[in-house]
């Protein structure tokens, strides 16, 4: 069974920067479509950005768009998600996902265990 790993949370001052890693062993992430989602406590879990096993091709949630970035490093086998310009609405746990193609979270067959994102000053 794909086990993901989802790491690289942690504490940062409004308008820092953080980059998660979602990575895997014995599966090859690149068969795959990766999402990161997020949640906060008291609210819905949100889909941030997925990147598609296909063509490479990303897409993100309007409140993240400019400041995110998704991408595959397929030699370490790990998705990662850069994110720009932090902002205390920015605070959650975050988990990456594996599914066929990018799409509702019901899609997603294998999940990270999450990391924490925490946005203050």
């Known amino acids: 069974q794909l086990q993901l790993v989802d790491s690289g949370g942690g504490l940062v001052q409004p308008g820092g920067s953080l980059r998660l890693s979602c990575s895997a062993s014995?599966?090859?992430?690149?068969?795959?479509?990766i999402g990161w989602f997020r949640q906060a406590p008291g609210k819905e879990r949100e889909g941030v950005s997925c990147?598609?096993?296909?063509?490479?091709?990303?897409n993100y949630a309007d409140s993240v768009k400019g400041r995110f970035t998704i991408s595959r490093d397929n030699a370490k086998n790990t998705v990662y998600l850069q994110m720009n310009s932090l902002k205390p609405e920015d605070t959650a746990v975050y988990h990456c996902a594996a599914a066929s193609f990018c799409g509702s979270p019901y899609e997603y067959d294998y999940w990270g265990q999450g990391t924490q994102v925490t946005v203050s000053s």
């Open positions: 990147i598609s096993s296909s063509d490479g091709s990303a």
């Open positions: 014995r599966f090859t992430l690149d068969y795959y479509a």
